[in-house]
């Protein structure tokens, strides 16, 4: 059987890009469900808005069954706030989509375990969809549509922090956080600086605007533009 760190390494390529917190916890994911003796693979993380568009076209002008119904810049996958898994079959190769499969003969399917952890860490599950579901896929919207993400907004400082808290929350046990500022734009209150494991996060968009600046994100570089006001 693979060790931890080379099942790791398979997936390592395609979580590049990724939104540290997905990334995280994609981590998080390989290594819970390692634990758990279920292998996986992650098969998918960023994707660009032409392979978005590569796959819409299939099943429509193109061959293949149809996958999605999102066209490019309509998938949290675009945003590097998505991943998909499969299985990893125990010669370390081959992989399994199959969700009857219980390889650690536990009597419960291993697609099952891996959806559990996935979601104890915070993963929204393409399985849940009411249309066309999806079900190798998770994501973290952190509250936020895809219409604001296509306009550029990021998540929030405070949505990072409760992502981290969430995933690190163990058997009940949350890591402590604590509100140690409060942000203030001309005497009047923007927000709250929060401490989460030795950082502290304050929300640089609602301090941008506030200082009537504008802010912008590439999520292909992961990188945030602050356009100073006129």
């Keep these: ?15 590049t890009g990724l939104h540290p ?8 994911l390989i ?8 292998p996986i693979l992650i098969t998918q993380g960023l994707r660009t808005i032409a392979q978005q568009d ?38 370390g190769s081959g ?48 509250g936020l549509a895809l219409s604001a993400l296509r306009s550029g907004v990021q998540p929030s400082a405070q949505a990072v922090a409760a992502a ?9 046990q949350a890591v402590k956080s604590e509100v140690i500022a409060v942000v203030k734009v001309n005497g009047v209150k923007i927000a709250d600086g929060v401490l989460e494991n030795g950082v502290t996060y304050v929300p640089v968009r609602a301090i941008a605007e506030a200082l009537g600046a504008g802010v912008a994100y590439d999520s292909t570089t992961r990188t945030v533009e602050i356009t100073p006001g006129r």
């Excluded at 917190?21 to 998080?28: S, T």
Aim: one cysteine or more; glycine letters at 8%; proline letters at 2%.
């Design 31 to 38: 290594e819970r469900s390692y634990a758990c003796g279920v």
């Design 164 to 172: 981290y808290k969430r995933m690190n929350t163990k058997e009940g």
């Design 95 to 142: 992989v399994s989509w199959d969700m009857n499969r219980d390889g650690d003969n536990d009597l419960t399917a291993d697609w099952l375990e891996v959806v559990q952890q996935a979601k104890q860490l915070g993963f929204e599950w393409g399985g849940d969809w009411t249309s066309l579901k999806d079900y190798p896929h998770f994501q973290m919207s952190f």
């Design 21 to 28: 917190v997905v990334l995280a916890a994609a981590n998080e």
């Design 1 to 15: 059987m693979l060790t931890l760190t080379q099942i790791k390494n398979k997936s390592a390529t395609r979580l």
């Design 54 to 91: 590569e796959l819409y076209a299939q099943g429509r002008t193109k061959p293949g069954a149809i996958v999605t119904n999102a066209k490019g810049g309509c998938s949290y996958h675009n945003y590097g706030l998505a991943i998909d898994f499969a299985l990893l079959l125990a010669n």
